[in-house]
């Protein structure tokens, strides 16, 4: 079994930062991608950014300049730096991996419990 746990959400004033962390744990053999996503009220879960092994970075229109995603590979770790963040960045925020278990296995998509972002304003 894999396990993505996020943390580092909360409440921070407009043009604020916070840093969101993604820890991997569990029967992992192989981590390709890992990326974040949010979804706020009434909307669709959308994705912000995503790092893949052996690629560059990836970001969401709306967020480029203003977020970076890095990984730990020896921590398992993804991060998400977000910057100058905007009331309408108020969601919640997922962590999603794309990990496989053993040198045999299939690579399968897994998903953190979110951690709220909320930004005032």
């Known amino acids: 079994q894999v396990h993505l746990v996020e943390s580092g959400g909360g409440l921070v004033q407009a043009g604020g930062s916070l840093r969101l962390s993604c820890a991997a744990s569990?029967?992992?053999?192989?981590?390709?991608?890992m990326d974040w996503y949010r979804q706020a009220p009434g909307k669709q879960r959308e994705l912000v950014a995503t790092?893949?092994?052996?690629?560059?970075?990836n970001y969401a229109g709306s967020v480029r300049g203003r977020c970076t995603i890095s990984r730990d590979n020896a921590k398992r770790t993804v991060y998400l730096q977000m910057n100058n963040l905007k009331p309408k960045n108020t969601a919640v925020y997922y962590c999603?991996?794309?990990?496989?278990?053993?040198?045999?296995?299939?690579?399968?998509?897994?998903w953190g419990q979110g951690t709220q972002v909320t930004v005032s304003s």
């Open positions: 999603r991996g794309l990990i496989s278990s053993s040198a045999i296995s299939n690579f399968a998509l897994y």
């Open positions: 790092d893949s092994s052996g690629g560059s970075p």
């Open positions: 569990g029967n992992i053999f192989s981590i390709v991608n």
